[in-house]
């Protein structure tokens, strides 16, 4: 009984970790051999912490500089996890992945879609489902930190897997 119950528990945790994120239009084809791709945040229409982006903005004095942490953390896990395929960075790239945060909750779990753009601003890919899980302890931007670390981890074992 308790391989049974083990084997149950690590079973729920892969799955807890993959998301289900699904490719629903286009394809990553065209990133195989690029070095790197540029990361982009899009907050617009996110509701965080049950405000709109600008309200939360207003009363979170450590936006500016949290927010920078937050991408930092992003794209560090999202490099360890693709293992090389493609390299995420903040400088220009000729592709760009563009996350479009829906919703990041009171521990900074984060909702949201991403689309892969062209330098042209065409969009080559669609995945939905989009998660990071936040964190237990911490302010929130620490917690939204939390979020983008398995946000990124995730997204990048998502492209390893589909650049192979």
Known sequence: MNKITSTLAVLSLVTVSSYGQKLVEGSLDQLKGEQKIKIEYNYNDAEIKGMTFSEYVAQEKNWETGNEEIRAKFIEEF??????????????????????????????????TACVKDSEGNVIAKIEKVRGEGGKWGTHINLMGDGAKSMGESLG????????
């Open 79 to 112: 490099n360890n996890a693709s293992k090389g395929k493609i390299k995420a960075t903040k400088e220009d790239a000729k592709y760009t992945l563009v996350l479009n945060i829906s919703e990041v909750g009171r521990s900074g779990d984060a909702k949201g």
């Open 157 to 164: 074992k998502f492209f390893k897997s589909k650049m192979k």
